[in-house]
């Protein structure tokens, strides 16, 4: 099955400042690579997803970029806020069935 | 509605206890799931059924047992817990058609086993 690494598991910046997360995967077949982010005692939440007919999408200030060939994808925060501190998690699975599978998730802490 | 609703929000069982976890929406979805969450950790997945019928068992204890009943119920039927099943069990619906999409979490049902 699919195997979805992830880095850092812990990420510290200065309010304003831009954080990026970076996941791998292992199964070539994989073509949905979803972020979610999870705040304390609460529900994951998508916060954006990419299919692998791109490269690259952007939502306001969170984009994702997806290197098919290296298996590499990554989540951009630009202008952190404090309230963007959660876990977020990255996933991966393939688009003929239903089996998606979780980074070990980052801890993105944001001081004011 | 977008919601995928859990009961109970928390439960506390013996080891010998028979419970059972509930999960609803109302979305039209054909994918439901169940994820365990430890602390710290990601979610776990556990079961998937697609269009009512169990697609996805990732080897998972016979003390957990799945039930889909229709496609807009999910159960988890809990019996003979270890005290290293107590987590945060999450419930999903995905649209299910036509390929991988968004999964909605249930809020969760927090397990403690005794």
């Known amino acids: 099955g699919e195997n979805v690494e992830q880095h850092p598991s812990t990420l510290s910046v200065q309010e304003g400042d831009s954080a990026v997360i970076k996941c791998t995967y292992s199964?070539?077949?994989?073509?949905?690579f979803p972020w979610y982010k999870q705040e304390l005692g609460k529900r994951p939440q998508l916060i954006i997803d990419i299919r692998s007919n791109v490269g690259e999408k952007k939502d306001q200030r969170i984009a994702v970029t997806l290197n098919k060939t290296a298996k590499h994808f990554s989540l951009h925060i630009t202008e952190t806020q404090p309230e963007d501190s959660a876990v977020y998690f990255c996933?991966?699975?393939?688009?003929?069935?239903?089996?998606?599978?979780f980074g070990a998730g980052t801890r993105l802490t944001v001081k004011p | 509605d977008t919601e995928v609703t859990q009961t109970p929000k928390h439960l506390v069982m013996g080891m010998t206890n028979k419970k059972s976890l509930k999960c609803e929406q109302h979305?039209?979805?054909?994918?439901m799931y169940w994820y365990k969450q430890k602390a710290k950790k990601p979610p776990e997945l556990m079961f998937v059924?697609?269009?009512?019928?169990?697609?996805i068992n990732e080897s998972v204890p016979s003390r957990f047992s799945p039930e889909c009943p229709n496609s807009s119920l999910l159960n988890l039927h809990l019996h003979a817990l270890q005290p290293e099943d107590s987590a945060l069990y999450l419930c999903a619906s995905s649209p299910g058609a036509g390929g991988a999409g968004e999964l909605f979490f249930g809020e969760g049902s927090r397990l403690t086993v005794l």
């Open positions: 996933a991966a699975s393939v688009n003929n069935n239903n089996d998606m599978r």
């Open positions: 979305m039209g979805h054909r994918a």
């Open positions: 059924y697609s269009y009512e019928k169990l697609s």
């Open positions: 199964d070539s077949a994989s073509n949905y």
